[in-house]
């Protein structure tokens, strides 16, 4: 395999006219594969099947509270501990909530916009201009939360280290700059672990905007693909330590440890933060799902028993995750078309297709039958100024399916180069 | 037992010293009594014990939806279905959330703040002035939705019949008025059940603000305590024979017909609300816990198994509210110092202790140790402007401290209903 560059017009439409046939065999087959979200598959489902039925007439309560009845706003002490240990933070810094992070957060900025956080001098609603500062390529769907509220998306390019924070540094010298979004361990899509330096420089950040919220999703705290767990430093004591107690908000949940739909999500925040968010939350219920913690702390137990469980979900995913790789190394990265990540945890393998061919490749994905995150998702705006970002999720198809996506995947990526190298 | 009214300043120094030397002995008892919330008793959340273990390995899906996994933002087709036959609404006009209606009718509020309602102008947060109608005595975590928003709470008084209609249709020929609040059935505290005619003039209102809001929290839809299920009708149907079928938004859960802090919430709403609350829905959660929903589905089946499940509820109840009826009828009612109400079903009893009262009797209950739910409560801003209204809540404790607490309530009733009389 040549590098395409070094193609001749009429090697590239030899090339081009060859995938076009095989595109054409695949779109015959009338496929439907979905390499689209970080959806946890049927096995992995499995594992917490036990779970299910280990709560009962007998098993209702923990420190002295019955989970079944209203009541315990902030969370089962028993389940804060679970997820003190697990983030490293301490039990009284932590909320449990419902089934999903993803509210937890989207509530926090609603919270800022309807009554401002604890250092708001007034609700985001009453700021002339807010803006968010979003790593990218990044969660679609942080994006499209500070989208939603109409604030002014700013986008911060991901270095191998984590966000450019000289870039962050500079932006928030400006006060309508309230916020940012990181995802710090195994960072959608990238799979980039923050080093030690950049969390120091968050964590030592001096906004200008008194409320600033470094929204810290550790949605892959625990998530190792390759490897054994790896520790990580607790963004709460980072920030106590920098004199900025109040600066940050994190985030986890069960969604991708037990089940996706059916999980437990907690935010970790200061206990000042914790005490003026629980004021405001005691207003929009009463309490979350007391049983679902129960039984999460039933199942889990503790850290050593949690980092088991993901060893076996890491044996799943592994055989996913080379598929991918595998696919790209043999079918892509002789054609010095397109760079790769290589991640270690969490959920995705993110691709950087030739500029300008990112959706033009997706848009033959869909044509013979394979699902991908949009083009454009991973930033701001769901624009990608370069049309070059990929999101490939392998988790959710079986290992087959897997391998003949990324057959198509490749393909498509091919065929959407050679196309912009020029075919005439 | 003489009326109050009729006794003379030594006849009533006499009691008074008489209540008072039975107080000192229930005060050194050191009891710890509770009836401030409609919160369950432990008998009733065993009734339903057996939904614990109904999932498993081999149950986690209905309608081809694996209930694990993400996805479904509206909830499980099969428990549209049942929460619809409940309600006498169509499955479509159903969407099924989390473990709290109160979180469903909060975020609706919020989202009306931030985002405004489907026929809104603008956010309400762009509004100069938000008013909201709260027929009083009623619900406090409702009025305290309202008050922490910054809206202005306006009172309408309660009849036999339901709201006093004539004070509303007047008060929605205000364009900031946007919306209020009804519990149409068993209302709380009354108890009261919304009249045909009432609910007629309901959907049948004409408001200015074109988002009006009328938050129905059927809460006690199933809830009957003496008798048969009541048939109810359906608002959802009547308000859009009345040419208004986006005004309302209904709400239910089944918080106290399974288990209050692990139940499944619903909001019932025209398919044009629906969808445009989904629409912004989707950027707060991926999806509620479908899990949750399908173990409820498993167990309460249909409408004719609710309502023989809600009835074994009623007969743990009706001792229950026997014995506070019984307490008031014996020590209360000849003194003709107060009225309350006989409630079919619901889960309170409205007491109106003699004007200016209220707050004297409660903190003598908190002296003898019994928890009430705060005197002014029911009213917008915790301020009852008669001191009059008391929340009776008898489902938690057991009949025999009940009775307990019933005795000693009744005595506080009496001292303070002497102290305004004079005792000197």
Same mark, same amino acid.
């Given at each position: 395999m040549t590098p395409y560059s070094q193609l001749t017009l009429q090697q590239r439409q030899e090339e081009y006219a060859s995938l076009q046939k095989q595109f054409s065999q695949y779109q015959a087959k009338g496929l439907k594969l979905n390499m689209a979200r970080g959806k946890p598959g049927t096995e992995q489902l499995l594992l !917490?099947? &036990?779970?299910?039925?280990?709560?009962?007439i007998d098993d209702y309560e923990a420190d002295g509270i019955?989970?079944?009845?209203?009541?315990e706003l902030t969370g089962m002490p028993c389940a804060k501990k679970l997820f003190a240990e697990l983030l490293g933070?301490?039990?009284?810094e932590i909320l449990v909530g419902g089934n999903a992070s993803l509210s937890l957060m989207y509530d926090l900025i609603a919270k800022a916009y309807t009554h401002g956080l604890?250092?708001?001098?007034?609700?985001?609603?009453?700021?002339?201009c807010v803006k968010f500062l979003c790593p990218s390529p990044g969660y679609d769907r942080h994006f499209k939360i500070s989208e939603s509220f109409g604030m002014e998306l700013i986008t911060i390019a991901m270095t191998e280290n984590g966000p450019d924070m000289a870039a962050i540094e500079e932006a928030v010298k400006d006060p309508t700059v309230k916020g940012m979004w990181c995802v710090?361990?195994? !960072?959608? &899509?990238?799979g980039i672990i923050y080093s030690e330096e950049t969390i120091d420089r968050i964590a030592n950040l001096k906004p200008a905007a008194p409320d600033f919220a470094i929204m810290w999703d550790n949605a892959y705290c625990v998530h190792e693909v390759y490897g054994e767990f790896r520790p990580f430093r607790d963004i709460l004591t980072l920030c106590r330590e920098a004199g900025s107690p109040d600066m940050v908000y994190e985030f986890a949940s069960t969604s991708k440890i037990t089940f996706p739909g059916a999980g437990v999500a907690v935010m970790a925040a200061s206990v000042e933060n914790q005490k003026y968010i629980t004021s405001l939350l005691a207003y929009q219920t009463i309490s979350y799902d007391k049983m679902n913690q129960l039984r999460h702390v039933r199942f889990l137990k503790d850290k050593e028993t949690t980092l088991q469980l993901m060893q076996k979900h890491a044996q799943i995913l592994r055989p996913r995750f080379s598929a991918v790789l595998d696919a790209l190394d043999q079918n892509i990265a002789p054609l010095n078309i397109a760079q790769w990540t290589k991640p270690m945890g969490g959920y995705f393998v993110s691709f950087n297709a030739m500029p300008g061919t990112a959706k033009r490749a997706l848009s033959l994905c869909k044509e013979a039958g394979v699902v991908m995150t949009g083009a454009g998702a991973t930033f701001p705006y769901g624009k990608d100024p370069q049309d070059s970002n990929i999101r490939i999720a392998?988790?959710?198809?079986p290992v087959e399916e897997l391998e003949q996506a990324m057959e198509i995947f490749c393909i498509c990526v091919r065929m959407a180069a050679l196309e912009k190298l020029g075919l005439s």
């Open positions: !917490s099947a &036990p779970m299910l039925s280990l709560l009962g019955d989970a079944r009845n209203y009541g933070t301490k039990p009284e604890l250092h708001s001098p007034r609700p985001w609603a009453k700021e002339e710090p361990k195994y !960072s959608n &899509p990238d392998p988790s959710l198809p």
